[in-house]
């Protein structure tokens, strides 16, 4: 799907593969169209639960931690990781990352991405993350 950022037209498809070769992340679905917005993209992405623990060993026996703790470092470690993708989007995008759910079937977090052109604004950004939320729920 091509969008229109800025002064520019952007291919998804092309932000998608730059994040599957880049990171860790899986690009579950392109949810570019969800977010009912011709100047933004946004994709459902899922991160494995055995590359989370490995980074949180680091610093943590994983085994100390309860399962709230476990969860909550899950979900904002998925968070962070997925906001250090900046430099691989589009630039003058700014980004809303979300952590949702711990998709115990998969072993994964999935996390949902937004961006949209700097020029558009946070408070679209924070229209456009509401919507794509409630579409997953």
Do not use: C, H
């Not at 690009?27 to 899922?46: C, H, I, P, Q, W």
């Not at 994983?62 to 979900?75: A, G, K, Q, T």
């Not at 990352?97 to 996390?111: C, G, H, Q, T």
């Amino acid at each position: 799907m091509y969008i229109a950022f800025g002064r520019r037209v952007v291919d998804t498809d092309e932000i998608k593969e730059k994040i599957e070769e880049s990171t860790e992340f899986k690009v579950l679905k392109d949810m570019s169209k969800g977010t009912k917005r011709e100047d933004s993209f946004a994709y459902n992405l899922s991160i494995s639960i055995d590359i989370l623990n490995e980074i949180i060993s680091d610093d943590y026996s994983i085994d100390d931690l309860s399962e709230d703790d476990l969860f909550d470092e899950y979900m904002s470690l998925s968070e962070e990781l997925a906001t250090d993708m900046e430099d691989l989007l589009p630039e003058e995008s700014i980004i809303d990352v979300k952590a949702y759910k711990w998709d115990l079937s998969d072993n994964d977090i999935r996390v949902v991405l937004a961006g949209v052109n700097e020029e558009v604004g946070e408070g679209k950004l924070k229209d456009v993350m509401r919507r794509l939320v409630t579409q997953l729920e």
